[in-house]
């Protein structure tokens, strides 16, 4: 960070100087700290404030370090607008942390800091005056563990656009590398965001930045029972998908899909859009075809023989909707965007990728054979799903399916999700919203809870973060305040589930 000339600001630092000088501040401060607790916001705000609006930090910018700690300590420095532009996460894992406090060692002469394994002092003379931090004890270093776990979650929601996890259990010189890429990024797209004299900055700074509206929406936006949608909240979900969808795809991520489950793009409900959906696939086709790719998109046809013939009620008229839609000025249909349906023909050699939308079985008709089939001739090529639904339904009457059962279901769970979104109902209702579920490539599942204001207005909090969809009990418990693997019980209140778990 020294590099970028950063004012390095550690509350933790600037909280052990007030004790050691014996200020009112340290006086109060000390008892929480000892115990491993975390101090109360408003002392720790206050200060951090007043150290950000000190000139240094505000002509240099600033690197925040143990601050915010709590969701309330987040929203303080949104309220004052005081916004970083980047958040890293420093992930390692807990045993690990552990020893690294257990054996940490400072030296009160240089204030350096050693480990005595890892980082061993150079001399005797320095080894003899090391102290411990009174809070690095095993008992203490995992009580602080567990308050950071459960504030970090909350502390995320508020900079998920922003945040970059970093492996944080590898050779310092290495991690420092991957911070250093990241922060030369974020200077350079500061530099390109002044050069076309985008508005958002607000300080010579550069660190502190005014809100846009987005921004009150960095978590799940709100309203979502107003039908039909906003075209702020449709546009805010087409952007989030896409970003989602880009990270998977420059990952080289190949087999993904999309699970947008908003009331519009949720068949399920009676206010589903068809519109919606299109605009959504147009949003992503027009964006890679913009990248110079090759975009596919496809529809399936009408399966079945005969009088038999049909498709997916869902689907109908879709094809010739792709058709009519406004494609952008530039001709982008034809070009760069092609439409076709479902099935190893529509494999073209020029094709880098392919968005197929909606598939679904349908009684007596099993599009898998044919996806399989399409998904196998596209070879490493991208082949992203929106919002499929391939429960596995038995194929038509007299034609076999050349996929067993478990094949069959073996495939459609080779998709990875790179997007899923699905608002959280009582059991047998479609009001009130109760929460929501979100996951974005490559972040955590979210789960958050909606939240009546006494002014009228709503709004979502992150309740918990999951590794894969969490579970009907885990929502629960989650609800409930309850922490996590404790006894599993009842089978839950929550609607409108079934069908993804
Ligand atoms: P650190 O050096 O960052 O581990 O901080 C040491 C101790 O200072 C913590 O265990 C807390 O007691 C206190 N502290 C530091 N930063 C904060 C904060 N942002 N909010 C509350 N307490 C804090």
């Known amino acids: 960070?020294?590099?970028?000339?950063?004012?390095?600001?550690?509350?933790?630092?600037l909280l052990r100087a007030e004790v050691s000088s014996g200020t009112e501040i340290g006086n109060k401060a000390k008892e929480f700290m000892n115990a491993g607790r975390l101090v109360p916001d408003e002392i720790v705000t206050a200060m951090v404030t007043a150290r950000l609006s000190r000139e240094d930090a505000v002509e240099r910018g600033w690197l925040l370090d143990g601050y915010p700690r709590s969701f309330a300590?987040?929203?303080?420095?949104?309220?004052?607008?005081?916004?970083?532009?980047i958040y890293i996460v420093l992930d390692v894992p807990d045993e690990i942390l552990i020893n690294r406090c257990i054996g940490r060692r400072l030296d009160p002469v240089t204030r350096k800091i050693y480990h005595i394994k890892n980082f061993p002092p150079e001399?005797?003379?320095?080894?003899?005056?090391?102290?411990?931090r009174p809070d690095d004890t095993e008992e203490k270093v995992k009580s602080r563990l567990e308050i950071y776990k459960r504030n970090s979650e909350a502390i995320s929601s508020t900079y998920l656009k922003i945040m970059t996890k970093i492996d944080g259990n590898r050779p310092k010189e290495e991690i420092f590398k991957e911070i250093e890429s990241f922060l030369l990024q974020v200077q350079k797209d500061t530099e390109k965001m002044e050069k076309s004299g985008n508005t958002l900055l607000e300080s010579k700074s550069h660190k502190i930045q005014a809100s846009t509206s987005e921004d009150n929406w960095r978590g799940i936006p709100t309203r979502l029972n107003n039908i039909p949608h906003s075209r702020e909240i449709r546009e805010y979900f087409y952007k989030d998908v896409l970003e989602a969808t880009q990270r998977a795809i420059n990952d080289g991520r190949t087999r993904l899909k999309v699970e947008n489950n908003i009331p519009e793009l949720n068949p399920e409900m009676d206010v589903y859009r068809i519109g919606t959906l299109m605009e959504l696939v147009?949003?992503?086709?027009?964006?890679?075809a913009d990248d110079g790719k090759q975009v596919k998109v496809c529809v399936q046809g009408s399966m079945g023989e005969g009088a038999l013939a049909g498709m997916p009620l869902q689907l109908a008229g879709t094809r010739k909707i792709l058709e009519y839609m406004d494609w952008g000025d530039y001709g982008a249909l034809g070009t760069f965007i092609k439409i076709g349906s479902v099935g190893a023909k529509e494999v073209d050699e020029q094709d880098d990728m392919f968005i197929i939308v909606a598939p679904q079985n349908a009684v007596g008709n099993c599009i898998i054979d044919d996806l399989k089939a399409m998904t196998d001739a596209a070879g490493n090529r991208p082949v992203i799903l929106i919002n499929p639904r391939l429960?596995?339904?038995?194929?038509?009457?007299g034609i076999m399916q050349t996929m067993g059962r478990d094949k069959r279901l073996e495939y459609a769970g080779s998709f990875q999700n790179c997007y899923f979104f699905r608002l959280l109902y009582y059991a047998g209702t479609q009001y009130p919203i109760m929460g929501a579920l979100r996951m974005s490539y490559p972040y955590r599942c979210e789960l958050y809870k909606r939240i009546d204001e006494p002014s009228g207005k709503e709004k979502y909090v992150i309740l918990s973060t999951f590794t894969e969809r969490p579970t009907i009990n885990e929502i629960n418990d989650a609800f409930q305040g309850k922490p996590r693997n404790e006894?599993?019980?009842?089978?839950?209140?929550?609607?409108?589930?079934?069908?993804?778990f």
């Open 1 to 13: 960070m020294f590099l970028f000339g950063l004012v390095h600001i550690s509350t933790g630092d």
């Open 73 to 85: 300590q987040a929203q303080s420095l949104e309220k004052l607008k005081i916004r970083p532009d």
């Open 123 to 132: 001399t005797e003379e320095i080894k003899a005056r090391l102290v411990i």
């Open 282 to 288: 147009r949003v992503l086709a027009l964006s890679f």
């Open 391 to 397: 429960k596995d339904l038995p194929g038509s009457s």
């Open 487 to 500: 006894a599993k019980n009842t089978s839950g209140i929550w609607g409108f589930l079934s069908g993804i």
